[in-house]
C-alpha cells in the first residue's frame, strides 16, 4: 500500500453513507405517509382571524328570492359561520349537499360558500339542481382564497366564530362526522362569547 492511497475502510464507509442516507429517508418518508388520515392534519388557521378576501358573488344565484352577495372577510367577523368549500365538478360535495341544506336550517349560524376553481355556470347549475343552502357564495375561480385558507381540497368546511377559524373539517360531511364531530363544534362555538 502506498502512501497516496486512501484507507480501504474509509472508502467503504464514503459508499455506504449515501445508500445509509437514502434508506433512512426512504423509513422516514414511508412512516410519514402511512401516519394517518390527512382529513386528522390540524390546520395552522386554528385560532387565527380569517384570512382577508373579497370574492364576487356567483350571477344568477338567488338566497331567500333575492341575487346571492359575494364573500368577503368582513361577513365573517360577528357570529358563528359555516364557510364550506366545494365545487360543482366534486363528487362528494354532491353527496354531503342534503346535509348542508339541513344545516342551513339552523338559523343560530349562517352557512357561505366559496365556489372553488369552478365555472360560474357549472356553478349555477350545480346549485340549481341541487338547491341553494348559501346565504352567500363567493367565487375563487384561480384558486387563491384557497390556498390563503389552507385548503387540501374540496369539499372542506371551516367553523368561524366572530372572525376566527375554530375548526376545519376536511371531507365530505357525512351523518356521522355531522353527529359527532360538525355539530359539537358548532355548539361550541356557539356556547363561547363574543371577544
Known amino acids: 500500500m502506498t502512501d497516496t492511497q486512501p484507507p480501504r475502510r474509509a472508502s467503504r464507509l464514503l459508499i455506504a453513507?449515501?445508500?445509509v442516507v437514502f434508506g433512512a429517508m426512504a423509513v422516514l418518508f414511508y412512516s410519514r405517509l402511512g401516519a394517518g388520515d390527512p382529513s386528522e392534519i390540524p390546520s395552522v388557521l386554528i385560532?387565527?382571524?380569517?384570512?382577508a378576501f373579497?370574492?364576487?358573488p356567483l350571477a344568477g344565484l338567488?338566497?331567500?328570492g333575492d341575487p346571492a352577495p359575494g364573500l368577503k372577510s368582513d361577513d365573517l367577523k360577528t357570529g358563528?359561520?359555516?364557510?364550506n368549500v366545494f365545487a360543482s365538478w366534486c363528487v362528494p360535495c354532491r353527496s354531503e349537499h342534503p346535509l348542508l341544506l339541513k344545516l342551513a336550517e339552523d338559523k343560530r349560524i349562517r352557512l357561505v360558500g366559496i365556489n372553488y376553481k369552478d365555472t360560474d355556470d357549472q356553478a349555477l347549475r350545480f346549485l340549481s339542481a341541487l338547491g341553494n343552502p348559501y346565504a352567500a357564495v363567493g367565487i375563487?375561480?384561480?384558486g387563491r382564497v384557497g390556498i390563503d385558507w389552507g385548503v387540501y381540497g374540496v369539499p372542506e368546511t371551516f367553523v368561524?366564530?366572530?372572525g376566527r377559524i375554530?375548526?376545519?373539517h376536511v371531507g365530505p360531511i357525512s351523518e356521522d362526522s355531522l353527529a359527532t364531530v360538525l355539530k359539537p363544534e358548532i355548539e361550541k362555538a356557539l356556547a363561547k362569547p363574543a371577544g
Open 17 to 19: 453513507l449515501p445508500v
Open 47 to 51: 385560532g387565527q382571524d380569517v384570512p
Open 54 to 56: 373579497d370574492l364576487k
Open 62 to 64: 338567488t338566497a331567500n
Open 80 to 83: 358563528v359561520t359555516l364557510v
Open 140 to 142: 375563487d375561480a384561480s
Open 160 to 162: 368561524v366564530a366572530n
Open 166 to 168: 375554530v375548526y376545519k
